[in-house]
């Protein structure tokens, strides 16, 4: 079992940054790969980055490459978020995912996981 706690988000202005942060629990967390994905109003959950188990694979959606830069930190059962030069359509919640083996599926377009955190608020004002 794995529970996920996101946090650092907020309301920042166009241009502006902010470093989201999912803290994770469970015994075999550092064998899974994480995910971070949004959700706006109204629009379907869509995959944002992925980072391999090890750390040493990432992958982005287009639209946030060269912005956002995800990170992990297994000695303290932690996934990050790096997000700037932000812009008002990244307004969403932004929800922390975890499942082993699901680097390749997220980056072939698969949106599942085996869990899920609750999500934090980023409001990008224009």
């Known amino acids: 079992q794995v529970q996920l706690v996101e946090s650092g988000g907020g309301l920042v202005q166009t241009g502006g940054s902010l470093r989201l942060s999912c803290a994770a629990s469970g015994r075999t967390w550092g064998y899974y790969d994480m995910g971070w994905f949004r959700q706006a109003p109204g629009r379907e959950r869509e995959f944002v980055a992925a980072?391999?188990?090890?750390?040493?694979?990432?992958y982005y959606v287009d639209s946030v490459k060269g912005r956002f830069t995800i990170s992990r930190d297994n000695a303290r059962y932690t996934v990050y978020l790096q997000m700037n030069s932000l812009q008002p359509e990244d307004t969403a919640v932004y929800y922390c995912?975890?499942?082993?083996?699901?680097?390749?599926?997220?980056?072939?377009?698969?949106?599942?996981?085996?869990?899920w955190g609750q999500g934090t608020q980023v409001t990008v004002s224009s």
């Open positions: 980072i391999s188990w090890s750390g040493g694979s990432t």
């Open positions: 995912a975890a499942t082993p083996g699901s680097y390749s599926t997220w980056r072939n377009g698969g949106r599942e996981s085996n869990y």
